[in-house]
């Protein structure tokens, strides 16, 4: 069982930046955040793939958020810039270990096996 465990999130005005890391025990194939704000259901937000070649980003997030991984240090990391009160939420990383690299299945959390506590981000307007 690989355990992940998020930081990096807080409170930032609109318009600023933040930095989420996760560290995982051991290295998974594909790695991705997701979150959930109040009273909505879990989403989608960025995966990446072992290699890091190939990243997914859901459309709200494209041009803002970058979804980087290390594999040295099994971390994987979403830089966060431009925020704005929508992307307040509980963030979660995710690893997978049979992920299919593909925008469908990278997307989904049912296909992903490991799971973090999450840590809040709050953007304040």
């Known amino acids: 069982q690989v355990q992940l465990d998020e930081s990096g999130g807080g409170l930032v005005q609109a318009g600023g930046s933040l930095r989420l890391s996760c560290a995982a025990s051991a290295s998974t194939y594909a790695m991705a955040w997701f979150r959930q704000a109040p009273g909505k259901e879990r989403e989608f937000v960025a995966a990446?793939?072992?290699?890091?070649?190939?990243?997914y980003y859901t459309d709200s997030v494209k041009g803002r958020f970058t979804i980087s991984r290390d594999n040295a240090k099994n971390t994987v990391s979403l830089q966060m810039n431009s925020l704005n009160p929508e992307d307040t939420a509980v963030y979660y990383c995710?690893?997978?270990?049979?992920?299919?690299?593909?925008?469908?299945?990278?997307?989904?959390?049912?296909?992903?096996?490991?799971w973090g506590q999450g840590t809040q981000v709050t953007v304040s307007s």
């Open positions: 995710a690893g997978g270990d049979q992920v299919i690299v593909a925008p469908a299945t990278m997307a989904d959390q049912r296909e992903y096996d490991y």
């Open positions: 990446i793939s072992w290699s890091g070649t190939s990243t």
